[in-house]
């Protein structure tokens, strides 16, 4: 049972590229032209109406 226990860590989040700021990013003539690009699209909700 110790052993476990011993195992079991505190999950931690690897160093990175900040998502948000890439996918905000456009892509360069040259990705363009490869087709090496993907489009991002955002959905937001409205909230204004109750229903």
Do not use: H, R, W
Not at 8 to 33: F, R, V, Y
């Amino acid at each position: 049972m110790k052993k476990k226990q011993e195992n079991m860590k505190e999950p931690t989040i690897a160093p990175g590229m900040d998502d948000q700021e890439e996918l905000d990013m456009d892509a360069s003539k040259e990705e363009k032209e490869k087709g090496e690009f993907t489009n991002v699209y955002s959905l937001s909700l409205d909230e204004v109406d109750p229903s």
